[in-house]
């Protein structure tokens, strides 16, 4: 760097999940970053005492990991210490719960549940570390001005101003740097809230032959009790509870109002799930924990000049049946440094204030992830019909055993959707295009069969699909 560059400076808002790791990669990137949030320090004793009914797990697969890795601190390793392997899905069926998992994959696949709070506490831990990091907590941001570099905050009674190159909002589905955004350029902007609400409850541990602390369920599958228009899910956590997620309609949420309705309504659907959460527990959590809205966000572009942009949550939030928002989150920063790379974008801020190659990058980044985002926005609304009713339809089943089997021949040609989306970084617009052709050829495979089968009777195998599936590769 010469002597009348100087150093760029990035303003983050917002310290989540993804506002913590993107900060870590700027500063990996040589720049100064000023990180902000909300709310207070969550590490200090006094904030983590009042985290009760908030989601508390996640499933973390490879494109977070992925991301994880490529900061080349070994967050990946870091993270996974604490996690717990999750191989398939349990779909807890009828009144008596009847159990059958569902692989999610391969022998050696999976997802990994971990404890959200941790993750964010590790990654602050990390940026705390990094000399160019500053990080600033009860930051409320309040307007930019994009033009100028100028973020204003409420900080208490008082107002603050801090000067940026770049200023990033890692502010979430709510994200008030995307309002800001919105008043500077001309943003496509799509939101819908689902007719489903989300309550937390907590299966505690129980004790094992030992006398120790044990899992009340198959800590490594994510459990599921699909209901057509609501459903349960469980996912464990390292300290042997479980976090169940009831979905429901929010008019249900309404109705079931009263314990002994609660009582009804778990008796009649999730019979087998009341010994281990307690009854006592269940009432409680049932009625005091909040009620959370799942809203959908698309938009785009998502950035103004080389002034400032959009990342995270803030600029894609999804309903959560992909388990994929902050999955997508991490792979977006991922890209985004991948680009900045392909554009030579480095951290010295020329004569006249600007950052060689960054205009190009945000340009050709919020056009190429935008299409991503959306895809995995569709998804996740899919998933929640397949969560909620597909799990325990035979034709379902039959698809996925027919594409697993098929993989398992054709690992390159044929590779099942959840695969794709969980266990690669393919993008997930380039997942969904490949998944819409192999729909296609094997509706075809399946209807030219009918005959086939009837011809030969039995052992037509797996070769017969051969020809087609040869065919599709060349998409
Ligand atoms: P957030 O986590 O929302 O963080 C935004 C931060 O910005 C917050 O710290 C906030 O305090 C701060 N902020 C907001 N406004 C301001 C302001 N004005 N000034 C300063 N700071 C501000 N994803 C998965 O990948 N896997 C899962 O299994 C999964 N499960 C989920 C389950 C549920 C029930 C829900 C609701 C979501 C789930 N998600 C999951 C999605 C995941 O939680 C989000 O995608 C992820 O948290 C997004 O991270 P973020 O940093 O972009 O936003």
């Known amino acids: 760097m010469s002597s009348t560059e100087k150093t760029a400076n990035v303003a983050i808002v917002g310290a989540g999940l993804v506002g913590a790791l993107n900060a870590i990669y700027f500063a990996k990137r040589g720049w100064k970053v000023d990180l902000f949030e909300l709310r207070k320090d969550m590490r200090l004793p006094e904030v983590k005492a009042n985290q009760r009914g908030k989601s508390i797990n996640l499933a973390l697969s490879e494109r977070g990991l992925s991301a994880l890795r490529n900061s080349g601190l070994d967050l990946d390793q870091l993270i996974l210490e604490a996690a717990v392997p999750l191989r398939a899905r349990m779909v807890h069926i009828g009144k008596e719960g009847r159990q059958m998992s569902q692989a999610y994959g391969k022998k050696d696949q999976h997802i990994n549940a971990v404890d959200r709070a941790r993750l964010n506490e590790e990654l602050l831990d990390?940026?705390?570390?990094?000399?160019?990091?500053?990080?600033?907590?009860?930051?409320?941001?309040?307007?930019?001005?994009?033009?100028k570099g100028e973020l204003i905050f409420t900080v208490g009674s008082e107002k603050k101003t801090y000067q940026s190159d770049l200023i990033v909002g890692a502010d979430g589905a709510y994200s008030r740097t995307r309002a800001q955004l919105m008043r500077r350029i001309r943003m496509d902007y799509a939101q819908e809230y689902i007719d489903t609400a989300y309550c937390e409850l907590t299966m505690p541990p129980i004790k094992n032959a030992g006398g120790e602390d044990d899992f009340a369920l198959d800590p490594n599958h994510l459990h599921i009790w699909p209901r057509h228009t609501f459903m349960l899910i469980a996912l464990p956590n390292p300290d042997k509870t479980f976090t169940c997620t009831l979905f429901m309609p929010f008019s249900m949420f309404e109705n079931i109002d009263s314990d002994s309705k609660v009582m009804d309504f778990f008796r009649e659907h999730f019979n087998d799930s009341i010994p281990l959460i307690?009854?006592?527990?269940?009432?409680?959590?049932?009625?005091?924990?909040?009620r959370g809205a799942l809203i959908?966000?698309?938009?785009k572009p998502y950035h103004y000049k080389d002034k400032a942009m959009i990342i995270g949550d803030a600029a894609h939030a999804m309903v959560p049946f992909y388990g994929q928002g902050m999955n997508c989150g991490f792979q977006d920063i991922q890209v985004l440094h991948e680009t900045l790379d392909k554009h030579n974008v480095g951290a010295e801020l020329s004569a006249d204030g600007k950052v060689s190659?960054?205009?190009?990058?945000?340009?050709?980044?919020?056009?190429?992830r935008?299409?991503?985002?959306?895809a995995i926005c569709d998804l996740a609304?899919?998933?929640h019909y397949e969560m909620q009713s597909a799990v325990t339809s035979p034709l379902y089943l039959a698809r996925k055993r027919l594409e697993g089997t098929l993989h398992h021949y054709f690992p390159k040609t044929v590779i099942p959707l959840y695969t794709m989306v969980s266990f690669t970084t393919i993008r997930y617009s380039e997942a969904i295009r490949r998944w819409n052709h192999q729909t296609w050829w094997l509706n075809a495979a399946a209807a030219t069969s009918v005959s086939v089968v009837a011809a030969t009777a039995v052992?037509?195998?797996?070769?017969y699909y051969e020809p087609m599936i040869k065919s599709i590769s060349k998409y």
Do not use: V, W
């Open 126 to 147: 990390i940026a705390d570390k990094l000399d160019n990091i500053t990080i600033y907590f009860e930051h409320n941001l309040l307007q930019t001005n994009m033009d």
């Open 278 to 290: 307690g009854e006592k527990r269940l009432l409680q959590e049932y009625s005091s924990n909040p």
């Open 296 to 299: 959908s966000i698309k938009c």
């Open 357 to 368: 190659g960054l205009q190009k990058a945000l340009d050709e980044y919020s056009i190429e």
């Open 370 to 374: 935008s299409k991503d985002a959306h």
């Open 381 to 383: 609304m899919y998933n």
């Open 459 to 463: 052992g037509l195998g797996l070769r």
